[in-house]
């Protein structure tokens, strides 16, 4: 009676939904302006967060999630997500295994790592960005490329920095 099936999405997180996502990633959530947590939050799915943090931000694991810092949020700590779209502050290390989109009022301080990353005018990023070609995973792990030939051979880069090796 009141719901339309074809209804149109245009809130601020649509463009970071998971098609093929189970019920806990979603769903959306909301922290909102004046509330203060000093601990660690762990979600799936969409969570804005318009309060003061002094924690870190985690996805849950093995799910996928958005986080949305509204203009007047700060967080003080680490967030490691899928999608990030920062209008607020975050104070620490920031990694997300999808994109970043730093909008008008955003402000990140810290080392950013991102597979896309989009700054927008007003925004300001401080700290070291660093471009994850693939999803995220542990720096201590090892991978290897085999790109043809025998393993004894050495691989030769090109062009790396202007230098040929």
């Known amino acids: 009676m009141f719901w339309r099936k074809n209804k149109k999405k245009n809130d601020i997180a649509s463009a970071f939904d998971f098609p093929h996502a189970d019920r806990e990633e979603r769903q959306h959530s909301l922290i909102g302006y004046g509330v203060i947590i000093t601990g660690d939050i762990k979600f799936a799915g969409t969570l804005r967060f318009d309060g003061r943090l ?18 007047d949020a700060v967080i ?6 899928t999608n990030l779209i920062v209008d607020g502050t975050i104070n620490g290390n920031v990694t997300a295994t999808g994109r970043i989109e730093c909008r008008a009022n955003g402000r990140v301080k810290g080392e950013v790592r991102y597979q896309k990353l989009n700054i927008l005018d007003g925004s300001s990023v401080e700290g070291r960005c660093i471009q994850q ?9 090892v991978v ?5 030939g025998s393993s004894n051979e050495p691989v030769k880069i090109s062009s790396f ?3 040929e090796s």
């Open 133 to 141: 070609d693939t999803v995220y995973q542990n720096e201590a792990s």
């Open 54 to 71: 002094d924690g870190r931000v985690n996805v849950k694991p093995n799910k996928r999630g958005t986080l949305v810092v509204s203009k």
């Open 76 to 81: 003080n700590g680490p967030v490691e997500v």
């Open 161 to 163: 920095l202007g230098k």
């Open 144 to 148: 290897s490329v085999v790109t043809g």
